[in-house]
């Protein structure tokens, strides 16, 4: 109710209340790349649906054992197949399919590109390496350096679970019955 009378206080307060996190901010993406990672793995033949990775609580970057990443369970869970898979398998998958790989596919569904929402948001950044790196098998499973917002997030997402149809988001003001 006061909102115009402390525009000035609200734009100048340090915690930047007037700031829109949800299309502005850039986060790590992390575990909510790994549906999309399986999808690349999958599409792209770095896997099938019945090949099974063992996890063995660590994965180590082939011919280079000072590089490895640890599982949450230490002790592994096994054999994974893709809708088993935790973190291990998707490093190896990253590793599989490559960074352009990767890439594409993120790319593809929305990701390090603006949503086309009305009011704007942030481009976001795809993960990337310096020449003679290879950081796809910690960008498979969100780590490596890729920051989205929370919009694209959500709007891969919902890109996933229609089926591979990517919309632009887009502001409503009201949801009504096609009869009203």
């Not at 996190?21 to 575990?31: E, L, M």
């Not at 990443?69 to 096994?78: A, E, I, L, V």
């Not at 990701?111 to 790196?133: C, H, K, M, V, Y």
Request: net charge positive; aromatic share 12%; glycine share 12%.
């Amino acid at each position: 109710s006061t909102f115009r009378e402390n525009i000035s206080e609200l734009s100048n307060d340090s915690m930047r209340p007037m700031w829109n996190r949800a299309t502005q901010g850039k986060y790590a993406p992390g575990s909510t790349l790994k549906p999309l990672t399986g999808i690349a793995a999958l599409e792209s033949g770095a896997t099938t649906v019945r090949e099974k990775i063992y996890d063995s609580g660590k994965w180590v970057y082939p011919g280079y054992s000072a590089s490895y990443t640890y599982c949450w369970k230490r002790s592994g869970h096994g054999a994974l197949h893709v809708r088993g898979a935790i973190m291990n398998y998707f490093a190896e998958m990253g590793y599989r399919m490559g960074m352009d790989t990767l890439r594409k596919y993120y790319a593809d569904f929305g990701l390090g590109a603006p949503t086309g929402i009305e009011i704007g948001d942030t481009a976001g950044r795809l993960p990337s390496q310096n020449e003679g790196e290879n950081l796809a098998p910690w960008a498979a499973f969100g780590q490596a350096n890729q920051e989205y917002s929370a919009l694209q997030l959500a709007n891969y997402i919902a890109t996933l679970a229609s089926g591979g149809q990517h919309c632009k988001a887009h502001l409503l003001k009201a949801v009504k019955s096609y009869d009203n």
